[in-house]
């Protein structure tokens, strides 16, 4: 539908697409008032942690199922795929989610992050492994909730600080 304004059709502006649509209100944003990095909004880089996320999630549990399966304990077999996990996460982190150059501040933050997440994961995994009945959904259960916790605490601290620090 259009329609033509006062100032006559040989004005280019004068044909005008009017919108029988309703007005759709803009999305809710959250009142976070933050520095940005380069290229990367709030939302560019949720998106991005979850791909990486996914990816090494996908490292992590199948190499804790197999090391399981070939017979290691719980606790071994869960640290043995956490490190291969969370290595393979920082690395594709550091370079597309956060865009971050290398760092030995950096690195050491993320060690001790790491740490602190690892004690998170392997613990709430180990206690609700031998919690949960001997059922055919304990490991699985058990992993997503641990790597759920150890995930979120992982992105807000590696948003807030270590990719901040120079």
């Known amino acids: 539908m259009f329609r033509t304004d006062s100032w006559g059709p040989s004005c280019p502006a004068s044909l005008v697409r ?4 309703p007005h759709v209100p803009l999305p809710v944003e959250l009142p976070v008032v933050d520095e940005q ?27 804790y199922v197999l090391l399981g399966l070939a ?9 043995i ?17 956060f865009q971050a150059a290398p760092s030995r501040k950096r690195f050491l ?9 690892f004690a998170v994961q392997v ?19 058990a992993y997503v909730v641990a790597q759920g916790t150890a995930t979120v605490i992982n992105f ?4 807030t600080v270590i990719f901040k620090l120079r």
């Open 81 to 97: 795929s956490f490190i291969a996990g969370t290595t393979t996460a920082y690395l594709i982190n550091r370079r597309w989610t």
């Open 37 to 63: 990095l380069p290229g990367t909004d709030l939302k560019t880089q949720i998106v991005r942690f979850v791909l990486s996320g996914g990816f090494s999630a996908i490292i992590d549990y199948g190499l």
């Open 123 to 141: 613990g709430i995994n180990q206690v609700l492994y031998f919690t949960f009945d001997d059922q055919w959904w304990r490991r699985p259960l």
């Open 109 to 117: 933050a993320v060690v001790a992050l790491y740490a602190v997440t």
């Open 18 to 21: 009017v919108s029988a649509e």
């Open 71 to 79: 017979g290691l304990p719980v606790a071994a077999a869960k640290s």
């Open 156 to 159: 807000i601290v590696q948003r």
